[in-house]
């Protein structure tokens, strides 16, 4: 079943986080900071920009974004995906393509969201093109 997130999964996102973080050790989820992920998903459920994939009451996938101003023309909103995890048993599968077209219908809903950006991912298959994202940017990161 894939559903939005809601304040119930709060405690789940949280492990699935912390999941992500030791898969995948990188920008704002590298540090072990529980109250900082509790806080996070809360504000995203609350938000309603949270997909979910679950069976069986087991968690398999999630995509997580937040709406923010565009940093150039405030009067365009955007949602930001800062997160995209699916179950190391499910990777090759569906479940992201069904996420997202979730994830894009519900994102309707937000009248003031005109895009959905996708941050570089670190490892993955995805084919984005075919889904209609247009790469734009590719981002550059050095660790002082």
Known sequence: MIRIGEDKDVEQGV????QHRKEFDFGQFKED???YYTGL???????????????????????????FPNLLNPHITQLHVLLTW????KRGSSIFYRMN????????NHKEVKEIIYYSIPTTNINFNKLNYKQFQSMYKKEI
Do not use: C, P, R, W
């Not at 492990?15 to 912390?18: N, R, W």
């Not at 994939?53 to 968690?59: A, K």
């Not at 077209?101 to 309707?108: D, P, R, S, V, W």
């Open 15 to 18: 492990k699935l986080l912390e």
């Open 86 to 89: 699916v179950h190391h048993n």
């Open 33 to 35: 900071n529980k109250e």
């Open 41 to 67: 998903f809360k504000a995203i459920a609350k938000d309603k920009t949270s997909i979910i994939s679950q069976d069986n009451n087991e968690y398999n996938g999630m995509i997580m974004g937040l709406k």
């Open 101 to 108: 077209k979730m994830l894009e219908k519900e994102t309707k």
